[in-house]
C-alpha cells in the first residue's frame, strides 16, 4: 500500500526539548513537505525538499529544522526556540502540483 | 499576506442540497486551483482541481469553477451527503514554481444536516 506515514499520531514534551516528527513515504515521489496547523488557520508551509540532501525554508521556518538524507524520509525536528510548538503537523508529498499528505502528528508541549 | 482566503469558516447545509464554498486569491501568478477534504485528526485529502486554461472542472458530485478576472474559484458539492461534513480548503499555486509549493486558505467548516 503506498502512502505517508507519520508517527507517533500524538506526542507530548516539556518545554525546552527538542523533539523530533517522523515522515516516512513510499510514493517514489522527490518533492516533500512539512505543515502546521493552528485553530481556525489554513496550512502553513515549515520547510520543503525537492531532492536529497537539499531543502529549504517555508514560511514560517524559525525554530525548526529537518534533514533529507534519504528520498523516503523528511523528519522535522521542533527545537526549544519555537515559541508556539503545540499544533498539528502534517507532511506531505507530491510528483506535481498535487500534494498527498500524511494523517498528521500532534504535539503538546507544556 | 494571506494570498489565498476563504471569507466563509463555516456552513451549514440540509442533506440532499447544494453546498457552494468559495475562495479568493490575490496572486495574479497562481495557476493551478486545488480543493482539499480534511477530517479532524487526519491529514487533507484531494478533492479536485483546476487550471486556469479551464473555468470548469467536475468529479462526480463535486464540480470547481474559476472565474479569473474575479480572482475567485468556488465548489459545488451536489447533492450534500452526510460525509461530506469535514474542513474543505482552497489551495493555489504558481505552475513557474517549479517546488510546487501550495497557498492554503484558512478552510469552510462544512456540515451537512439530516
Known amino acids: 500500500d503506498g502512502g505517508i506515514t507519520q508517527s507517533p499520531k500524538y506526542l507530548f514534551r516539556k518545554e525546552g526539548q527538542n523533539v523530533t516528527l517522523s515522515c516516512e513515504q513510499n510514493l517514489n515521489h522527490d518533492a516533500m513537505y512539512w505543515y502546521r496547523q493552528d485553530p481556525g488557520q489554513g496550512l502553513r508551509l515549515i520547510y520543503y525538499?525537492?531532492?536529497?540532501?537539499?531543502?529549504q525554508k517555508g514560511d514560517i521556518a524559525e525554530g525548526y529544522s529537518v534533514s533529507r538524507e534519504k528520498k523516503e524520509s523528511f523528519p522535522l525536528t521542533v527545537t526549544s526556540a519555537q515559541k508556539n510548538p503545540t499544533a498539528f503537523y502534517l507532511c506531505a508529498s507530491s510528483s506535481d502540483y498535487e500534494q498527498y499528505f500524511g494523517p498528521g502528528t500532534r504535539l503538546t508541549v507544556t | 499576506d494571506q494570498q489565498v482566503k476563504q471569507n466563509s469558516p463555516s456552513l451549514s447545509v440540509q442533506e440532499g442540497r447544494i453546498s457552494i464554498l468559495n475562495c479568493d486569491y490575490t496572486n495574479s501568478m497562481f495557476d493551478y486551483f486545488l480543493w482539499y477534504k480534511k477530517y479532524p485528526a487526519e491529514g487533507p485529502t484531494f478533492l479536485i482541481s483546476i487550471s486556469s486554461i479551464k473555468d470548469k472542472n467536475e468529479d462526480g458530485r463535486f464540480t470547481v469553477f474559476l472565474n479569473k478576472s474575479a480572482k475567485h474559484l468556488s465548489l459545488h458539492i451536489v447533492p450534500s451527503q452526510p460525509g461530506d461534513s469535514a474542513v474543505y480548503f482552497c489551495a493555489a499555486s504558481p505552475t513557474t514554481d517549479s517546488w510546487g509549493k501550495l497557498q492554503f486558505g484558512a478552510g469552510t467548516q462544512v456540515v451537512v444536516t439530516p
Open positions: 525538499s525537492q531532492i536529497v540532501n537539499d531543502f
